[in-house]
């Protein structure tokens, strides 16, 4: 089992709809919880930090954590075509003074005019 | 403004070649990453450093050295090139906030093809 999955997509939703994106994760001791964005040929870009359970909305993004069942997610209202690109999950190690990231695969995001 | 900077941008070497890549990194932070980037595989850590003097093995260090002379530049070394290090590499710092809260912000990255 990998320590972070997400479904590598594309995921393809309409301009204007709600966006989705899942990620699970193995290591019940993890404390924080990342989403970057990826265009394509650029370096990854923090969009959004989560570190309690609940939801955190920032804009037309909003991160969602569930400690108990190991899920983080990102809904992304009004999608736009700029939206379309890769949106990497990354969870911090939960034990320890330790600054790494795992980082899952990625899902692409397709969002169609 | 303060940045992190990768060179070069793109860079073509011969197997057996030894290779290096700058990172450099003007916020200051004392953490520092190195990863690869492969279809299929993710990001994945190769080597990381948490102040002057440290370096630490990442997932992938196998043919990968770093070394940490001063606060601002974290240089990867490969050390015999090799077709499967074609890749494209990409650095980044963390925040100095306490450690559960940190950061980290990417710089450009490098496109490394190895023949």
């Known amino acids: 089992q990998k320590e972070v999955e997400q479904n590598s997509g594309p995921l393809s939703v309409p301009e204007g709809a709600i966006a989705s994106l899942n990620c699970t994760y193995s290591d019940r001791v993890s404390q924080s919880f990342f989403w970057y964005r990826q265009y394509s040929g650029k370096s990854p870009e923090l969009i959004m930090s989560i570190y309690s359970n609940g939801d955190k909305e920032d804009g037309r993004f909003t991160a969602q954590l569930n400690k108990a069942s190991q899920y983080v997610s990102l809904l992304i209202r009004d999608s736009q075509p700029s939206d379309s690109a890769t949106y990497l999950c990354?969870?911090?190690?939960?034990?320890?003074?330790?600054?790494?990231?795992?980082f899952g695969q990625g899902t692409t995001l397709q969002v169609k005019p | 403004d303060a940045e992190i900077t990768q060179s070069p941008r793109h860079k073509i070497t011969e197997t057996g070649r030894q290779v290096t890549l700058a990172c450099h990194q003007t916020?200051?932070?004392?953490?520092m990453f190195w990863y690869r980037q492969d279809l299929g595989h993710g990001l994945r850590l190769i080597h990381y450093s948490y102040g002057v003097q440290d370096t630490n093995k990442g997932e992938v260090s196998d043919g990968y050295s770093v070394s940490r002379s001063n606060t601002e530049d974290l240089p990867l070394t490969l050390e015999s090139a090799a077709s499967s290090q074609t890749s494209v590499y990409f650095c980044?710092?963390?925040?100095?906030?306490?450690?559960?809260?940190?950061?980290?912000?990417f710089g450009p990255g490098t496109r490394l093809l190895v023949l």
């Open positions: 990354a969870v911090r190690g939960g034990s320890g003074n330790t600054g790494k990231l795992i």
């Open positions: 980044a710092s963390s925040d100095h906030r306490p450690v559960g809260f940190q950061t980290q912000y």
């Open positions: 916020w200051n932070h004392n953490n």
